[in-house]
C-alpha cells in the first residue's frame, strides 16, 4: 500500500485527490493539508511514502516544503503540482529534491502514474512540465558535467537528431511516433538508441545532457535554416 500525503490550500482540490487516491486499492491517503508546516508535522507523524504538493502555497511555498520533508525524510518522494511554474521555480524544486512534476490540469491517471512510479525510478516529468524544465536549463551552473561521461553524441543519426529535438519539446515516443509517422515500437527504439548515445538512463536525463552539449540550441538553429 503506498501512502499518499495531499499539501493543497484549495480545499475544494485538496478532498477531491483525498477522495479519488482513497478509492485506488493500492493507495491511501494519510491526509490532506494546507501549508508546509502542517505538512512537514504530518509528514513526522505518518511518514508517508509520497507527498503530492502544490507548488504554490501560502507562506512557505513548495519548493521550501520539498526541501524540509526531504530533509527530514529522504525516502520520502515529493511530487509537485504546477500550474504557472516559471523555469526557474523547477530548476530550484529539482536542486530541492522533487521526485517529478504534474501540471494541475493533468487527467487523473497520469497523476497516479506518477504517484506509483519506482522511489528509485527516473525523476517523472508530466509532458507539458518537461519543455519548462528544459527551457530552463540554462539556469543551471555552467560548470556542471554532462552525465555519464558523455556519451557518443557524435554518432547521432540524422534521424535521432530530429527525435531528441523533439524530446526537447517535452514529446514522449508515442506522440514522437505520431508527429514522425512511424510506429510507437521503431520512436521507442530511436529514444533508447538516443539515450545510450548520450550515456543516459531516463529520457529526461538525455535531454539534460544534450541541452548542457548545446544539441538542442544545434538543432533549433537547423530547423530554422530548413
Do not use: N, W
Not at 101 to 128: C, H, T
Not at 133 to 159: E, K, N, Q, W, Y
Not at 197 to 218: D, I, M, N, P, T
Request: proline residues 5%; neutral net charge; hydrophobic residues 45%.
Amino acid at each position: 500500500m503506498i501512502r499518499i500525503l495531499v499539501v493543497e490550500d484549495q480545499q475544494a482540490m485538496a478532498g477531491a485527490l483525498e477522495i479519488a487516491i482513497g478509492a485506488q486499492p493500492d493507495l491511501v491517503c494519510v491526509g490532506a493539508v494546507g501549508t508546509v508546516d502542517e505538512a512537514v508535522a504530518l509528514a513526522a507523524e505518518q511518514r508517508p511514502d509520497a507527498v503530492l504538493m502544490d507548488i504554490h502555497l501560502p507562506g512557505a511555498d513548495g519548493i521550501e516544503g520539498t526541501r524540509r520533508i526531504r530533509a527530514e525524510h529522504p525516502r520520502t518522494r515529493v511530487l509537485l503540482l504546477t500550474a504557472d511554474a516559471t523555469p526557474r521555480q523547477l530548476v530550484a524544486a529539482t536542486s530541492a529534491g522533487a521526485a517529478g512534476f504534474i501540471a494541475k490540469d493533468s487527467a487523473f491517471p497520469a497523476v497516479l502514474a506518477a504517484i506509483r512510479a519506482p522511489a528509485e525510478g527516473p525523476m517523472y516529468v508530466e509532458g507539458s512540465t518537461l519543455g519548462l524544465l528544459v527551457s530552463a536549463l540554462d539556469f543551471l551552473h555552467a560548470d556542471a558535467a554532462p552525465p555519464r561521461g558523455g556519451g557518443d553524441r557524435s554518432r547521432l543519426t540524422a534521424r535521432e537528431r530530429e527525435v531528441l529535438q523533439l524530446m526537447g519539446q517535452g514529446l514522449g515516443p508515442r506522440a514522437i511516433a505520431e508527429r514522425l509517422v512511424v510506429s510507437p515500437h521503431t520512436a521507442r527504439g530511436h529514444v533508447k538508441r538516443i539515450m545510450a548515445k548520450l550515456g543516459a538512463h531516463s529520457q529526461l536525463e538525455a535531454v539534460v545532457a544534450a541541452a548542457r552539449f548545446g544539441l538542442l540550441r544545434e538543432l533549433s538553429r537547423e530547423s530554422q535554416e530548413r
